[in-house]
């Protein structure tokens, strides 16, 4: 064959290449997806651990835990272990997750997920990250108490929130809805008026060709029964308790830094709860209820910024975790552990 002639065959394979590459252009290649994966940033949980030197955030820094990762689990530990802090000859162990590029560069601030203090006598304490199925992620103890006291706690034990914060429809207006079509189907059948039989017409339907009222929801209803405790959120004094259209039974407790909580459709006060009165986080205000403009008994509660309302889910923690948040966390501390002592008898073997 002479130089600068191409074979029938080869002609075809390139005529083929360039028509698969032209169909992968317009509709993508089989593989494409793993290809895309392959490219995305990755996550990797890391560990490490020592005897404290100095300071916890050198010690752990100098065992590789990047510094930035250390800082809100290090103020959660203090808020724990306060008045003592942790000193030479303490243990720690760390757990931490990074997240990496496809070539392996960090990407953002890793996150503790779990850290361990003992003291040479033997005392452990133990923090472990968690998000509750209601209310923003935080550092708890192994008990379930949270590490770091909120600023803002939840004024239940329970908490099953059932309406959130932001615009909902009315269900007030949807039960009157519902109650005047069903007062209007049963006027629709014959009627008799002055001595004669009225003409049998099809009820009209109401609020044809309007959409549900709505209104903006300023707080979140905790489903609770009657007469369930309800608690002050924070430390701060009372400054108002009456009832108040349709909140019904109502408190509101002013705290710092601007900083209020609000309490409706309760049933009645605690003893001794008036304007006036300083509280503390964690006591009894009132009883839950059904008062004011509510469809059944529920606790109302708003968290109040400047004098406007914010979503208490993003402001508020939970103190303690409880039922199925309690049991999920439970495991949760128990795979951890399980996962250290797998670390731990794979190093024992090298």
Known sequence: MSLGTVSPGTAQTEQTSEATTEAERLLGSGDEEARAQALLPFTRSLSASGAVVGSLAESAAAAGVPAAAMLDALRALEGATDPREPQDGDAFYVRWEQTYTVDGDPIGVGRVLWMELRTPAGATIAIHRFRPREGAEQFFLTSGLAATPPAIALPTDEVIVSSRFGIRPDPLARRAAHGSAAATAAMGGPLRRAGRQATKRPPPRPFAGFAPRVFMHEGIDLAVPQGTPIYAAS????????????????????????????????????????????????????????????????????????????????????????????????????????????????????
Do not use: C, M
């Not at 199925?324 to 008898?345: K, W």
């Open 235 to 350: 430390d701060g004094v009372v400054s108002g308790a009456r009832p108040n259209g349709g909140y019904g039974n109502w408190i509101r407790i002013d705290h710092t830094d601007g900083f209020a909580t609000a309490y409706g459709h309760l049933s009645r006060f605690a003893p001794g709860i008036k304007p006036g009165v300083p509280v503390v986080r964690g006591e009894l205000v009132g009883f839950s209820g059904n008062t004011g403009r509510s469809t059944g008994p529920h606790l109302h509660f708003e968290v109040l910024t400047g004098g406007k309302p914010v979503d208490p889910l993003s402001h508020a923690a939970i103190a303690q975790l409880a039922g199925a948040d309690l049991e999920r966390f439970t495991r949760q501390v128990v795979a951890e552990q399980r996962e250290r002592e797998s670390e731990q008898a794979v190093a024992a073997e090298f």
